[in-house]
């Protein structure tokens, strides 16, 4: 199947200072990839709706000013979380779908803010 | 918007045993339904999927099963073992490309040998 990377698997930061993940998609274009946030025990929450050459699409609750994401060409989307604060600390996971096809989930970066 | 609930949240059978799982959803648009699999600390992984022309779907020891009229899925694991512990997740989404899904809240399954 399609093969989603992300970048890094883990980040420790202090309290204040931001925070870049990289997600990539390493065989196939994606115009559109999606940022989840899973806290322990729980579900996928979608973040936001990454689109090739436009603004992110925020989900309801979803501070834009705090996640910037970014999503510069086919195969790589960036979400940067700014001034991150330890109740953002959480594991974050990208993923992009082929058309009328499965949804392909990156490994997940987990971030843990001191 | 859909919404998408699923039950139980945990479930525990003997190993051998089968295991079920159902989900509801909410938007009758919805026409694809993935089933997912993570374990602990790792991605999510596609198990199963059904789109809504089929009633039924199996592949080995997995099944899916559609009902479009009542909004009900469900997912089979017959002859369960311990590697099927893990967390299952439904889905379901309009099966237009661009559209996210909308996972339901997971299933804890552990299989005790």
């Known amino acids: 199947g399609a093969v989603v990377s992300q970048h890094p698997s883990w980040v420790i930061c202090k309290s204040g200072t931001s925070v870049k993940i990289e997600c990539r998609s390493l065989d196939f274009q994606a115009t559109t990839m999606f940022w989840y946030r899973q806290f322990p025990k729980q579900s996928l929450m979608l973040m936001a709706t990454s689109n090739e050459g436009s603004k992110a699409t925020y989900e309801q609750g979803v501070e834009k000013d705090k996640f910037l994401i970014n999503h510069a060409s086919l195969t790589l989307s960036t979400l940067t979380v700014t001034s991150a604060h330890p109740e953002d600390s959480s594991f974050y996971i990208c993923?992009?779908?082929?058309?009328?096809?499965?949804?392909?989930f990156g490994p997940g970066t987990r971030l843990t803010v001191l | 918007g859909e919404n998408v609930e699923q039950h139980p949240s945990t479930l525990s059978v003997q190993e051998g045993d089968s295991a079920v799982i159902k989900c509801t959803y909410s938007?009758?648009?919805?026409?694809?339904f993935p089933w997912y699999k993570q374990e602990l600390g790792k991605r999510p992984q596609l198990i199963i999927d059904i789109r809504s022309n089929v009633g039924e779907k199996k592949d080995q020891r997995i099944a899916v099963t559609l009902n479009k009229t009542a909004k009900h899925f469900s997912l089979h694991i017959t002859e369960t073992q311990p590697e099927d512990s893990a967390v299952y997740f439904c889905a379901a989404r309009l099966d237009n490309y661009g559209q996210n899904f909308v996972f339901g809240p997971g299933t804890r399954l552990s299989v005790l040998p």
């Open positions: 993923s992009a779908n082929l058309p009328y096809n499965e949804q392909f």
């Open positions: 938007d009758s648009a919805s026409n694809y």
